[in-house]
């Protein structure tokens, strides 16, 4: 990941060769709606903005696609809320979050959401002695460490989860999100689906009144600290996981059998989700139905304007996204699980409520 707010630039070649992309104009203009169905101006620059994790997928889609199109994009790592920000004010053309926006916020900031791709969070935790045995923990003993009543590695309830692995009595060091972040939305809901006491007491936020643990700033925060302090245990993206090569805790279910994060259980989580029981697609995949799916599941969302003036613009994001979704294994180069072709369809069905002057945005651009 790029430090935060550096400005990452895809790669400046100019190319025609997919439906709708002229070579007229070497500067951009704006145009009217319904020419854009057509015609968009070569070297057309957009920008996006939104947390680490966000830009790492801008980064593995956006060069194949300025090779093909020859449109620029810049991309900003500044974080959830400054994304939101940056997409409200027009700064940036589109936002790419970790967690949803409610139908509130989206109304609001007049804001139109939709999944672009899916990931997983995963436990991982520091055993100094690199022991062999991998450590198991389910989701009421990970609960009961974050609400600092597991405080030494010895307690008998992680004992019982792990009679090959001795632990000692050395405390427990839970390291958490200290900033707002997607990451801590989508843990919280977990942990409130699978524990009254952590709902009652903390519920699901962005940011929760932690009790216990140690805070720090950005995922890459969480996982450095998980790396460096012995005893430590984290929840962090699966894509920071293995880059950092962090060990991971094996999650055991309620039917005691072995839980992995893997590009079947996150799709079965979003398979089994109903996308439409809330409007502009703010669910939460956690702790799916379906036995199959990974219960720390979670979606990547964008976020675009409404109404825009420039036609173009708003049709050359589309196709950005477009492109990206036609290009899976870059998607997993970058960790992340593609849509799946329902989920797919739904989300580029629901551009159609996107306006430019009144006219729809994207009509039949969709490319052959």
Do not use: M
């Given at each position: 990941m790029?430090p935060?707010?550096?400005l990452?630039?895809?790669g400046l070649?100019?190319?025609?060769g ?6 007229r104009?070497p500067q951009p203009?704006?145009v009217d709606?319904?020419e854009?169905a057509?015609?968009?101006p070569?070297q057309?620059?957009i920008?996006g903005?939104?947390p ?13 696609w ?7 994009l810049?991309?900003?790592a500044?974080?959830n809320?400054a994304?939101?920000r940056?997409?409200q004010?027009r700064e940036?053309d589109f936002?790419i979050?970790?967690a ?8 609001r900031?007049d804001l ?7 990931h997983?969070?995963?436990?991982v935790?520091h055993?100094?002695?690199a022991p062999?045995?991998?450590l198991h923990?389910d989701?009421?003993t990970?609960?009961?460490?974050y609400?600092g009543?597991?405080t030494?590695w010895?307690d008998a309830r992680?004992?019982?989860l792990?009679p090959?692995?001795?632990?000692p ?7 958490h ?5 997607g990451t801590?939305w989508?843990?919280t809901?977990w942990?409130?689906k699978?524990s009254?006491?952590w709902?009652?007491?903390l519920?699901?936020?962005r ?11 950005e995922d890459?925060g ?11 245990v984290?929840?962090v993206p ?14 055991v279910?309620?039917?005691g059998?072995?839980?992995?994060a893997?590009e079947?259980?996150v799709a079965?989580?979003a398979l089994a989700?109903d996308?439409?029981?809330v ?5 939460a995949?956690?702790d799916?139905?379906d036995?199959a799916?990974?219960?720390l599941?979670?979606a990547?969302?964008?976020l675009?304007?409404r109404k825009?003036?420039?036609a173009?613009r ?5 196709r950005?996204?477009a492109?990206?979704?036609?290009e899976p294994?870059?998607t997993?180069?970058a960790?992340a699980?593609p ?8 989300a580029q069905?629901?551009?159609?409520v996107?306006?430019?002057n009144g006219?729809p945005?994207?009509q039949?651009?969709k490319?052959?």
């Open positions: 790029l935060l707010q550096r990452y630039v895809a070649v100019v190319a025609a997919v439906a709708g992309v002229g070579c104009n203009e704006p709606a319904a854009s057509t015609e968009v070569v057309l620059e920008a903005a939104g680490g994790l966000a830009e790492d997928l801008v980064a593995t889609w956006a060069p194949a300025t090779a093909t199109t020859g449109h620029r810049s991309f900003r500044v974080g809320a994304a939101v940056q997409v004010t940036a936002a979050v970790d949803p926006l409610s139908l509130i916020e989206l109304d900031y139109h959401q939709f999944p672009v791709a899916l997983a969070l995963v436990p935790v055993l100094p002695g062999t045995a991998a923990l989701a009421p990970l609960t009961a460490i609400l009543e597991i030494s010895d992680i004992a019982a792990n090959d692995l001795p632990l009595a050395t405390p427990v060091i839970a390291v999100r200290a900033d707002e972040a801590t989508v843990l809901d942990l409130s699978v009254p006491v709902r009652a007491r519920g699901r936020d940011s929760v009144a932690w009790t216990t643990g140690v805070g720090v700033k890459a969480v996982a450095d600290l998980v790396a460096r302090v012995p005893w430590a984290g929840v699966q894509a920071l996981a293995d880059r950092r090569r962090l060990k991971r805790v094996v999650l279910g309620v039917a059998d072995e839980l992995a893997t079947a259980t079965a989580a989700t996308w439409r029981a409007a502009g697609f703010g669910v995949l956690t799916a139905s036995p799916a990974w219960p599941s979670a990547i969302f964008a675009v304007p825009v003036p420039d173009a708003a049709l050359t994001v589309l950005f996204f492109s990206a979704s036609q294994e870059r997993r180069s960790h699980t849509l799946p072709e329902p989920l797919l369809r739904l069905d629901s551009w159609s996107l306006r430019s006219v945005v994207w039949d651009a490319p052959k």
